[in-house]
């Protein structure tokens, strides 16, 4: 499954929406916050500001230092979330140490909140009242339903329980329009392949490079693979390279796979760029 054509695909959708947002005087902008100097959040960050910029969108560049203090952080927020040229807000994580994250999260007006990080915008998420959907979860979605992946009705077992991958997905594919049966496994679950053998799609979201091996996939099965892991590699130019929570050799069993890189990545940052659309299109309306 080729999430990075997918993802390109999507981006020229939103270049076309943002062009007919800027043609009736609003700019879609992210506020993209990076604390601190950790080099694989640069990088994230930086992909995401040259997506906004190729889609004609604004990306409000925000880079503090580590010493920034909570106090100093929240009210940078708050400025955000009053700031009407603004209709996103990501703080990208982690945050330093000294920060507490949970205060970070809950500080995003709900309604800037893109991410789909904050409590309300969780439940509004599980109880389906509207609102933004969490982007890595979303563009799972997006590319089942690419390649017409019959969700309904197929059983899908999800590797990890985090509030970001697992727990949302696992929420969204409950919902009536995709009608899947879930299995939810983490570091809790006992004899964790006799789970993943019986998945119709199997999703790993654990963090642990090259952890589902071929021995525990049905032959068959959907494989989405979520994990992106720096692994030391002197022979790599940077000395490391990124790979997912499956071993690509598992690739083999599965009908379809998503690679890493070039699967579930690309499709998050385009979900993301689509959520700060949802929100220049709601302030249009208001
Ligand atoms: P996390 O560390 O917050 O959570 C990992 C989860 O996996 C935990 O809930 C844990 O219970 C479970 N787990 C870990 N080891 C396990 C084991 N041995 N057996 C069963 N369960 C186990 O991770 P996260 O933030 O959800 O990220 C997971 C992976 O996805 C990471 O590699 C991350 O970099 C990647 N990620 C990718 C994208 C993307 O856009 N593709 C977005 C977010 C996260």
């Known amino acids: 499954m080729d999430g990075k054509a997918l993802g390109l695909k999507i981006r020229e959708e939103v270049k076309i929406k943002a062009a007919a947002i800027k043609a009736k005087g609003i700019t879609p902008c992210l506020a993209v916050v990076l604390v601190g100097e950790d080099p694989a959040s640069l990088s994230y960050v930086t992909s995401k500001e040259k997506a906004l910029e190729e889609a004609g969108m604004e990306s409000r560049d925000i880079r503090l230092p580590e010493s920034t203090s909570e106090n100093e952080l929240l009210s940078i927020i708050k400025e955000l979330n009053n700031d009407n040229k603004v209709h996103g807000i990501l703080v990208q994580s982690p945050v330093p140490k000294h920060i507490n994250e949970e205060n970070v999260i809950e500080a995003v007006a709900p309604e800037k909140d893109v991410d789909c990080f904050h409590p309300v915008s969780v439940g509004n998420m599980i109880l389906e009242k509207g609102g933004f959907l969490p982007c890595t979860p979303h563009g799972v979605l997006k590319l089942l339903r690419e390649y017409n992946i019959q969700v309904a009705g197929a059983h899908v077992v999800i590797v990890g329980r985090s509030n970001i991958v697992g727990k949302p997905l696992a929420n969204l594919l409950i919902r009536k329009e995709y009608n899947a049966t879930v299995t939810l496994c983490h570091t809790g679950t006992k004899d964790l392949i006799k789970h993943t053998l019986q998945a119709d799609i199997l999703i790993a979201a ?55 890189p070039g699967g579930v990545g690309p499709m998050t940052i385009a979900m993301l760029l689509q959520n700060v659309i949802e929100s220049a299109q709601r302030s249009l309306s208001k």
């Open 206 to 260: 654990a963090g642990r490079p090259a952890f589902i091996k071929p021995d525990m996939i049905k032959n068959g099965a959907i494989v989405i693979d979520v994990g992106i892991n720096r692994v030391e590699d002197a022979s790599a130019k940077k000395g490391y390279r990124v790979c997912g929570d499956v071993d690509p050799c598992a690739a083999d069993r599965a009908s379809f796979f998503t690679p890493v």
